[in-house]
């Protein structure tokens, strides 16, 4: 974890000095939101996230911690190691029904971390629509509420319509609007002060534009999603079974 580390100092760093500090992306391999205690599970060894957040809070005294894992996998791993721990807020899309099978929505955590888990499985072929919808609906003022001293982000590529993986519909396009979003969003709230972490991603092709265009993104630099995205793919989203995944999960953490 060395490299995380100084990742983390240079971008603590900066938050001090600089109204617009750099993203930290670390490029890991292998993913780790799988990872339990007991050893590897689902690709992943170590509980990278987990981990890089224990470090923020004591290493760099930034006490509380957003997670967004916006991998098509929930990352049971993380959600468990955090689960009644009220200064880390962990929050998954992730299809429902997909491995590993669990984040089911009506789990937000447990103890004094009871509402600090937000699970949000979302119905195949959801897309860039209902993903913009989610961030806007969910994530925006689940962070706002939380007040978050660093944003850290589980980035799975695998939810892209080009995965072999499973079966939801992001693109280029969706990528680049999460890294500008949440880039944002740390700088409204915690000074700008956010790494994202690689997880999922196996169509290399997919994996590969998505991760540059992420990279575009923090940079200020256009996308380049029109290049890469091919609209034949696409297929008409279950806009109506996602309004109510995000009705309900507003409902049950007040949002």
Do not use: W
Request: net charge neutral; aromatic share 10%; proline share 6%.
């Amino acid at each position: 974890m060395t490299n995380l580390s100084r990742q983390h100092t240079f971008l603590v760093a900066a938050s001090k000095v600089r109204k617009d500090p750099p993203v930290g992306f670390a490029l890991i391999r292998p993913p780790g939101h799988h990872a339990v205690p007991a050893g590897p599970m689902g690709f992943c060894v170590f509980g990278n996230v987990a981990i890089a957040a224990r470090y923020a809070q004591r290493a760099h005294g930034l006490k509380r911690v957003f997670i967004i894992d916006f991998d098509v996998h929930h990352g049971n791993g993380t959600n468990d190691a955090f689960y009644d721990d009220p200064d880390i807020f962990f929050l998954s899309t992730h299809q429902d029904g997909s491995y590993p099978g669990t984040g089911k929505i009506n789990q937000i955590g447990s103890g004094n971390g009871e509402g600090s888990t937000l699970n949000l499985p979302l119905p195949g072929g959801s897309g860039d629509r209902a993903m913009r919808s989610v961030f806007d609906q969910v994530i925006v003022p689940s962070a706002q509420r939380f007040k978050p001293d660093i944003i850290l982000v589980s980035a799975g590529y695998d939810a892209h319509v080009l995965d072999p993986l499973a079966n939801l519909q992001f693109t280029t396009g969706t990528y680049f609007m999460l890294a500008s979003n949440i880039q944002q969003l740390a700088k409204e709230l915690c000074g700008g002060r956010c790494v994202f972490f690689l997880e999922g991603g196996y169509n290399l092709t997919s994996l590969s534009n998505s991760v540059a265009d992420s990279f575009r993104a923090f940079l200020g630099e256009p996308s380049m999603a029109a290049e890469f995205d091919n609209p034949a793919f696409l297929y008409e989203e279950p806009s109506n079974k996602v309004k109510e995944a995000i009705l309900k999960v507003k409902h049950i953490h007040s949002l």
